[in-house]
């Protein structure tokens, strides 16, 4: 079976200003009407579509539809306000196009996060949105052919058009821009479709249209000069309009096969074209600069010799432009969307006195104007004249309204690089710039302030955000939620105040492009950061080990999926009941082992391993903090706590880097009879009864299980295996990996380990198993119940769950909230995006448990339901520790004092190593007596380092450069310090001094056991 795509979590914080508030959080970039239900549907950067009630009559068509009593034109009269319908996060990038198909009942939305999605809001039963296509990169456009049809079109980044069924039948068709031109250009900026052709226009200014139903190309129209950005067809398919980045409009003859006529209206980029005119002859348009015009070519002969009206004009540039009835809605970057009244383009023009002198042409009299149409004007007869400022000039050629002749050559021929100026288009006795008719708009929907720009503190616990309204917010990414607002300040002004000097690894990726706090987790970092369990501010008090550190990944998904936790615990006791209810029946042999009831949940009592013996389950004891004491190890593999740790599954287990912390790295200068030093140091007993991963042979079982002592362990053919080279560069090798146990087992306890591997391990299932176990959650649990099966056929009376995840000792409770939203996602590599599994909340993934088995990784199922997390290298920091001014002794009697330690080691540790190194081993233990980091401090570069500091602090916010960090330790005549006994001298009884010479199995014991966590490192 072949290995799925790499999938990662995300989960999305919800806003604290109230998520219940409707609207955009971000700016709006597609609009859609309904015109018979009077909806609004609009498309948003921050992936949410929603619906507005209008309360518009847009279906008017006469006069005897109207209303007697409301006159539009009365400046009295107000239009009803627009109502928040409803919304949906339909995307989790942004919403780049919507269309409504399918009679208005499909809204079809295209988004950056490279799907194609339809939403049905007017059904019985109202779905999500349903991704009905994927591509391989960012959709910019989708295009309904009309609405009799059942499928749409969507173009974008990666140059193509595909069709797709809205019914849900995936891909109609696949059309290759540009493929057959050997050009690797082909990105879709522009699409309209109808049930014949489809019209594209992207960057290489080329409009190119294709045969819909064989995806043909018909021809190319050549002419532009910028990216075209929007496209529209007539009805008949006959002619195309097409709007460009280098400010003109331009209208295409698919029978004449060339550019009819270039309209240049606007003096920026225009960026969107609406008509809902069958033959296009009036159309809206807006641009870069917020202006909005309308175009009027009724009754003309010629395209050039209608009106253009500057309707209105935004702050900002209008990403999306849209009518219906007597009004007109525009989508900026702004969150609101506004709303304003259209404009009558066959009314008179109010012509100034000074430019009445000028109508001697016959193209300039009002006769080329059609006359209003039955309806359009109000009942009161008197119809608004259009502002003759507000008139733009149609096209260089065109004779109306007649420009300023200081510069004819440059207002009447056309140049690219040339932008003209508002006052061209004025007459000669008025110069001011173009005032559009509305100054205002009719009424605003206001949207909701999003996030903007977010700053990750030191902790990685931690963020600051920005939102649309200028105010600051801290967010905890562990409690997901807002801590506290800051107020209308600058981002980096509030930065310093909240920081620390902390350096925490990079677990998890922030990003607030959808106007949200989202937090993003994958495989391969999100468990490799740490925090100590003392920094923790919990509501109520606990008991940890000392120096306890929890990972942070492991946190954070053990309670964001604590009800899916709950769910599957739930199944599985009734799976295994129900499977030992069916095996009581079929036969009475008598088990194998009988198990008491016991209220601990800790180890069990258990024999010698054998094939029904049951696994320990989680305890409830403190052990002590494996690896976290320091003292002497020897150079090689680090101890098993620190490569099986989250195999072994402790109930408080430590990180992958918590093993071997301070191990010796032998130089040539002191590497004597050392060489007998076991060599593999081992682990801890195991203190959870989770099974073992797959990776781990039957004899690494038996070693970790069966410890022995160094003298047993490291025989003469092990001392032979320590090659000078290995030792001088300061390698460790996964012996492991290769299939190689460190020692020679016992052969006796060979068959229990292998038999207990055959019965408690999740991966003992043969080849024919392989094929039909899926990779994902739910092979991870059909193999769970298929070692149950294998258990009950072995006359098991009492099958205990494999079920463990991590205890509030491990990982203290945190309570997300319900709504915060959690996302299955997978990556693509073909496109570099990534597409959505799954999308649900904190609150629902225990009713959505079938759904997230299909689709959630198999190492999601580890971290959740077996508490393992995948093996990592522990890194390391490499540092020079010395007496300060030599007063008080060296801690290495041969001058090697190079050393290097967990990243996340405590400066407190390092200076009981230095306590150990120099002070003779205490007599009796006193409780009262001085704790190491009370008499003795820590300097780096001549700042006193606190206790409580990590190595990796050290190095970034102290040392900050590169090299061996040095350290300089110095006692504060709190305690007067006995040197410890000059080099050779027998130890003390009691003493934790290691033995530098041939090292007997009770002090290799002891040195395990002792506060060790530094290597000593080779000097140069």
Request: one cysteine or more; glycine letters at 6%; aromatic letters at 6%.
């Amino acid at each position: 079976m072949g290995r799925n795509a790499r999938k990662r979590i995300s989960y999305v914080l919800p806003l604290a200003n109230g998520a219940g508030a409707g609207g955009h959080r971000l700016g709006v970039n597609g609009l859609a009407v309904d015109p018979a239900n009077s909806i609004l549907y609009s498309g948003g950067r921050d992936g949410v579509i929603c619906a507005w009630d209008l309360n518009l009559d847009l279906r008017r068509q006469n006069s005897d539809d109207r209303d007697p009593f409301a006159d539009t034109s009365a400046p009295s009269y107000k239009p009803p306000p627009t109502q928040f319908r409803q919304q949906v996060q339909a995307h989790t990038h942004w919403i780049n196009d919507i269309a409504l198909a399918q009679g208005n009942e499909a809204l079809v939305s295209a988004s950056s996060d490279i799907t194609v999605k339809v939403w049905r809001p007017a059904a019985q039963d109202v779905l999500p949105p349903q991704t009905i296509g994927l591509h391989t990169d960012y959709v910019k456009r989708v295009a309904s052919p009309g609405p009799r049809e059942n499928w749409v079109a969507s173009g974008g980044l990666d140059h193509k058009i595909n069709l797709w069924d809205l019914n849900g039948g995936g891909q109609k068709l696949q059309i290759a821009v540009g493929e057959d031109e050997n050009t690797a250009k082909g990105s879709v900026y522009a699409l309209a479709a109808t049930s014949a052709i489809i019209a594209s226009g992207g960057p290489e200014s080329t409009v190119r249209i294709w045969d819909a139903r064989t995806g043909k190309r018909i021809t190319k129209f050549v002419g532009h000069t910028d990216n075209v950005r929007d496209v529209l067809i007539t009805q008949d398919g006959d002619t195309i309009l097409t709007a460009s980045s280098d400010q003109t409009v331009k209208v295409w003859s698919m029978t004449a096969g060339r550019c009819m006529y270039t309209l240049t209206m606007h003096n920026d980029s225009v960026w969107s074209l609406h008509s809902d005119d069958p033959q296009l002859s009036v159309f809206y348009s807006s641009d870069r600069s917020g202006l909005v015009a309308k175009s009027d070519v009724r009754n003309c002969a010629e395209m050039d010799e209608g009106v253009s009206v500057a309707v209105c004009q935004e702050h900002e540039g209008v990403n999306k432009v849209i009518q219906a009835g007597d009004h007109i809605w525009t989508a900026t970057s702004s969150s609101s969307i506004n709303r304003w009244n259209d404009v009558e383009t066959a009314a008179e023009v109010a012509l100034p006195e000074s430019y009445k002198w000028h109508r001697s042409s016959v193209a300039t009299t009002r006769s080329r104007y059609p006359s209003p149409p039955s309806g359009s004007s109000p009942l009161n007869g008197a119809v608004p004249k259009i502002p003759f400022k507000a008139l733009l000039r149609m096209s260089n050629t065109a004779p109306f309204p007649l420009f300023s002749s200081k510069d004819n050559e440059t207002s009447t021929v056309h140049s690219v690089n040339m932008a003209r100026k508002p006052s061209e288009s004025m007459s000669v006795a008025d110069q001011g710039q173009t005032v559009p008719c509305r100054q205002l708009p009719d009424f605003s929907i206001e949207g909701q302030n999003g996030l903007i720009k977010h700053h990750l503190l030191n902790d990685r616990r931690r963020v600051l955000t920005l939102d649309t309204a200028g105010e600051v917010i801290l967010w905890d990414l562990l409690q997901c939620v807002a801590i506290k607002s800051f107020g209308k300040r600058h981002l980096e002004d509030v930065v310093p105040e909240v920081n620390t000097r902390e350096t925490v690894a990079h677990w998890c990726a922030v990003d607030t492009r959808t106007g949200s706090l989202t937090c993003v987790l994958e495989e391969n970092y999100c468990f490799d950061a740490e925090m100590y369990a003392d920094e923790l501010e919990l509501d109520k008090d606990m008991d940890f080990r000392e120096d306890q550190r929890i990972n942070l990944g492991k946190w954070i998904l053990r309670y964001l999926f604590c009800n899916l936790i709950d769910e599957e615990i739930k199944r599985d006791e009734d799976f295994r009941n129900t499977l030992i209810q069916e095996k009581s029946h079929i036969t009475g042999r008598p088990t194998n082992i009988q198990i008491p009831e016991s209220n601990l949940n800790g180890w069990n009592a258990s024999g010698p391993a054998s094939g029904s013996t049951i696994r320990p389950s989680n305890g409830f004891h403190f052990p002590p903090t494996p690896g976290m004491a320091i003292g002497l190890a020897t150079p090689g593999l680090p101890p098993s706590s620190a490569g099986h740790s989250t195999q072994q599954l402790n109930p408080l287990t430590p990180t992958t880097e918590e093993g071997s912390q301070l191990e010796k790295s032998i130089t040539q200068q002191s590497q004597q009879p050392k060489d007998t030093v076991d060599y593999f140091s081992s682990a801890p007993p195991p203190t959870n009864g989770n099974v073992k991963s797959a990776t781990e042979t039957s004899a690494d079982s038996t070693q970790e299980n069966l410890p022995q002592s160094p003298s047993e362990e490291a025989p003469t053919n092990q001392k032979k295996g320590k090659a000078l080279f290995s030792k001088k560069f300061n390698m460790s090798f996964n012996m492991k990996k290769l299939g190689i146990t460190s020692s020679t087992p016992d052969t006796s306890a060979k068959p229990a380990a292998v038999d207990e591997k055959s019965e408690d391990s999740d991966s003992r299932s043969t080849k024919t198993d392989e094929k039909v176990m899926e990779d994902n959650l739910f092979g991870f649990v059909q193999k769970m119940r298929q070692g149950y099966e294998e258990q009950a056929n072995l006359g098991a009376g009492a099958i205990q769950s494999q079920i463990a995840p991590s205890l509030p000792n491990e990982t203290p409770v945190l309570k997300p909230p319900p709504s915060t939203t959690i996302l299955i996602q997978e990556d693509r590599p073909d496109s570099g995006g990534v597409a959505d599994l799954f999308e649900g909340t904190v609150g629902t993934l225990g009713q959505q448990t079938d759904l997230i088995e299909k689709c959630a990784p198999v190492w999601l199922a580890d971290v959740l339901l077996r508490n393992q997390i995948p093996l990592k290298d522990i890194v390391k920091v490499s540092f020079i520790l010395e007496p300060y001014q030599n007063v008080l002794p060296s801690i290495s009697a041969d001058g090697n004092n190079r050393l290097n330690a967990n990243r996340m080691l405590r400066a407190r540790k390092i200076l009981s190593y230095v306590a150990e190194r120099i002070e003779p081993a205490p007599e009796k233990v006193d409780e009262d007596a001085l704790k190491p980091e009370e008499y003795l401090e820590l300097y780096c570069q001549n700042q006193l380092i606190s206790p409580t500091m990590t190595l990796a602090s050290i190095r970034a916010h102290v040392w900050r450069g590169g090299g061996d960090v040095l350290l300089l330790y110095k006692a504060n005549g709190r305690k007067e310090i006995k040197h410890a006994p000059a080099p050779g001298t027998p130890p003390q009884a009691g003493s934790t001094t290691i033995s530098e010479g041939k090292a007997s199995s009770d002090a290799s014991r002891s040195s395990q056991q002792s506060s060790r966590g530094i290597v000593e490192g080779k000097a140069c």
